[in-house]
């Protein structure tokens, strides 16, 4: 009788055992999952990160002054179809400036509307929008916040 306690008790031991071990190697296999994740999420913003874009003052060949944007990209890769979207004056509509294409490593200058030279104090970041060489989307902000375009 008590070689039946002994062997009920074992199996159950065995039993605990095996759910443990399951519930053990799901948790550790979701850890796994969500870090990866997290890594594929570092890999793509990696390129996104290294592209800035501010407006400044420049002088001119003839000594004017004029304010440019300015779009510096210093990845390893060129990016595509940079846009600077334009605030809209009263009720006209919205515009952008479209810049197109930015090489690794490079800077580069358009120039930003006349009227803003008005109210220009120093150097600040614009809003950006640009394809990186994965062909995503990214949008950074005046703050320099960067989020994935195509998921707002």
């Known amino acids: 009788m008590d070689s039946d306690w002994v062997g009920a008790g074992a199996d159950a031991f065995a039993a605990i055992g095996t759910v443990g071990a399951f519930i053990v ?24 990160a290294r ?21 510096h990209n210093a990845s390893d890769m060129p990016i595509y179809e940079v846009e600077l979207p334009l605030p809209a004056l009263g009720d ?6 479209f810049v197109g294409l930015v090489p690794p490593g490079r800077t580069v200058q358009r120039p930003a509307p006349a009227e803003w030279l008005r109210t220009y104090v120093e150097p600040e970041p614009v ?16 703050q320099g916040s960067l989020s994935r375009a195509d998921e707002a």
């Open 25 to 48: 190697g799901f948790v550790l296999l979701r850890r796994e999952h969500r870090r990866e994740a997290d890594r594929s999420e570092d890999e793509q913003r990696a390129q996104a």
């Open 51 to 71: 592209i800035s874009s501010w407006v400044e003052l420049t002088r001119k060949a003839d000594g004017s002054r004029e304010l440019a944007f300015h779009i």
């Open 92 to 97: 006209e509509e919205a515009g952008s400036e």
């Open 127 to 142: 809003q950006l929008e640009f394809l990186d060489s994965a062909g995503r989307r990214w949008s950074r902000d005046e």
